[in-house]
């Protein structure tokens, strides 16, 4: 008797470590994410190895409640590509896909691959919706965060960039969900290849003019030999202590938030340290505005906090995409007029 494709046994195996970091990451967020129970979970599937090796973990943990999502993001040729391959892995596996088309233009001063990752989660984040999905999920892995925490260090940036990606984020109110992060990405590939399961490589993943891929071809071959192999995952464990610190002083801020109100009051933002008035108001205007600002932007709040002793001492500031400013005791930040 033959059996029909819905029920038909998978046709490959999925190794057990990914199908388990899969099923620890539901047991850490299931009920943030779906206190009253899943109809279905969206795996964010663009043919490569990573997403694939999710893919087949996600339909183990959810049998018949995986629902594919594939942007095709029409800006290389091969994009056509890709999503006949997904189409086909689907196919074979008796799971729903979705294909996303996405043109972005990238606004004055973004890049068009910061336009065509916006854009991306965006339609991610309508499909989740549309579907009923109670959460999509990416297959980044270790060694994709430890090129994160590069990136960051090459800006400079702080504990929020040091923490690299979240296991868990909202977009547009669809959560967003990294299982693999623990999991090493070459070990990724080892098990599907020994599996016999297909993926497509995007060539744009080797060109040298973008910066993440430098630092996988340079940086992380360099670190490996100074440090020994697998040394990255160290950098990937320090992202998750910055998490948990950055945890903390988000918790700080939001009780110091509760003393100082909405909008903040000058005066109590005066009576704590300069550093814990900054980490109230980058939280303040992170969750009321979801805006953030530079470095020295936050250097000068800091000191115009201070000088404002007097109600004469007036606040006009640019911070991130808007303005800083001062009415009576209160702090005030408006958007920038679109032109
Ligand atoms: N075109 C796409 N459609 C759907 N999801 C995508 C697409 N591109 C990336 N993603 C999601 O974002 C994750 C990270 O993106 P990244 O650009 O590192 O992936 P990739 O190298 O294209 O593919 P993979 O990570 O599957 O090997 C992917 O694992 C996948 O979950």
């Keep these: 008797m033959r059996l029909s494709a819905a029920v038909a046994a998978p046709p490959w195996s999925v190794d057990a ?45 959810w049998p018949q409640r995986v629902h594919a999502l594939h942007v095709h993001h029409g800006l290389q040729a091969a994009a056509d590509t890709f999503a006949a ?13 979705t294909v996303l088309h996405v043109q972005a233009r990238p606004a004055p001063r973004q890049s068009p691959e910061e336009a065509a990752r916006r854009a991306r989660y965006r339609a ?12 999509v999920l990416l297959g980044h892995h270790a060694q994709d965060q430890a090129e994160t925490v590069w990136l960051a260090l090459s800006r400079g ?8 990606m979240p296991a868990l984020r909202w ?17 990724l590939r080892q098990a599907l290849a ?11 993943n080797t ?22 192999p697998g040394a990255w995952a160290a950098v990937a464990r320090s992202a998750r202590h910055a998490a948990q610190a950055q945890t903390l002083l988000d918790d700080l801020a939001a009780l110091d938030l509760q003393h100082i109100g909405e909008p903040p009051s000058l ?55 808007g303005t800083l400013w001062r009415a009576g005791d209160y702090l005030h930040w408006k958007p920038a007029a679109v032109t």
């Design 194 to 204: 020994a599996a016999g399961v297909p993926w497509v490589e995007d060539p744009s």
């Design 124 to 135: 991610l984040a309508e499909a989740a919706r549309t579907h009923r999905l109670a959460a």
């Design 267 to 321: 005066t109590a933002l005066r009576a704590l340290s300069s550093a814990r008035a900054i980490n109230a108001l980058r939280h303040w205007l992170r969750m009321r505005h979801g805006a953030s600002g530079s470095d020295a932007q936050w250097q000068e709040v800091a000191r115009q906090i201070t000088a404002a002793r007097t109600r004469g001492h007036r606040i006009e500031l640019r911070l991130g995409q």
């Design 157 to 164: 940036a702080g504990l929020p960039g040091l923490a690299g």
């Design 85 to 97: 391959h997904a189409a086909r892995v689907c196919a074979r596996l008796a799971v729903p896909l």
């Design 171 to 187: 977009h547009d109110g669809v959560a967003f969900g990294r299982p693999l992060l623990a999991l090493d990405g070459a070990a």
């Design 17 to 61: 470590r990914i199908t388990a970091a899969v099923a620890h990451w539901w047991a850490q967020h299931a009920s943030t994410v779906a206190p009253t129970g899943l109809d279905g979970v969206g795996v964010a599937f663009s043919g490569g190895a990573d997403s694939t090796a999710l893919l087949l973990a996600a339909c183990a943990v």
């Design 207 to 228: 060109s040298a003019a973008y910066t993440r891929n430098r630092i996988r071809q340079r940086l992380l071959p360099a670190w490996e030999a100074t440090f020994g």
